[in-house]
């Protein structure tokens, strides 16, 4: 990762700099350990996951706990120095709109015809050294989604990194985004559109996880290296 050489502690302008504050923890991070909010024209709080809504905005780390503890500590309205309306579930809400990005990035993954779905079809699929992502459903069978793993891990390197492993999605999201019924265990090769699943996928699993640092790093940066 590249030296973070500018440190901003308020949007001001200033949009191109590395780091951001942290309005809970006061620490600063990198925009993509953290989750920006802004305020609507109605005073409402919401959660700008693409980092493009206008005005300024307040950025609190990437886990249902720092966000829990933003609505607890009131620091949307400290932070923008004005009276705003903050949802009591943001977030809930935050989460569920992690799963959508993650649902679209699936689609358009599978639109761009790097995703094939089938136990059979994942399993061609690893053989061939084809796979840089395994998605499972929620409720796979732990013994299905065990034995692809393996194999998708027998094709990795000496400490078995061999692609991403997703989980996040359940069944029937993972059906509607394809476009296809009963979609339990899928697999996409690399391009452009399964690095942006991984991507979403990777934030998505600490928010829930409440860490700042993936369990599925190394899996993600093998993503990246193959460019």
Not at 99 to 109: D, F, G, I, N, V
Request: aromatic share 4%.
């Amino acid at each position: 990762m590249r030296a973070r050489t500018r440190v901003e502690e308020r949007d001001g302008g200033a949009e191109e700099g590395p780091l951001r504050l942290c309005a809970v923890s006061r620490v600063h991070k990198p925009p993509e350990e953290l989750i920006r909010f802004v305020a609507g024209p109605d005073g409402a709080i919401v959660p700008d996951l693409a980092r493009r809504l206008p005005g300024r905005g307040v950025w609190v780390g990437a886990t249902r706990e720092a966000v829990d503890a933003a609505v607890r500590q009131k620091v949307f309205a400290r932070s923008l120095k004005r009276q705003v309306t903050v949802p009591p579930d943001l977030a809930v809400l935050v989460e569920r709109l992690m799963a959508k990005r993650l649902a679209e990035a699936l689609s358009l993954a599978n639109k761009a015809g790097l995703v094939v779905s089938g136990f059979v079809k994942v399993e061609e699929a690893i053989a061939r050294g084809r796979v840089a992502a395994l998605i499972h459903a929620a409720e796979a069978a732990p013994d299905g989604a065990l034995k692809l793993d393996r194999q998708l891990r027998a094709k990795g390197d000496y400490d078995g990194a061999a692609g991403a492993i997703i989980g996040g999605l359940t069944g029937p999201e993972m059906s509607l985004a394809m476009g296809r019924p009963n979609v339990v265990h899928a697999a996409a090769a690399e391009g452009g559109a399964t690095r942006r699943l991984v991507e979403e996928a990777w934030r998505l699993e600490r928010y829930r996880a409440g860490t700042d640092h993936a369990p599925a790093s190394e899996a993600r940066q093998d993503v990246h290296d193959r460019d």
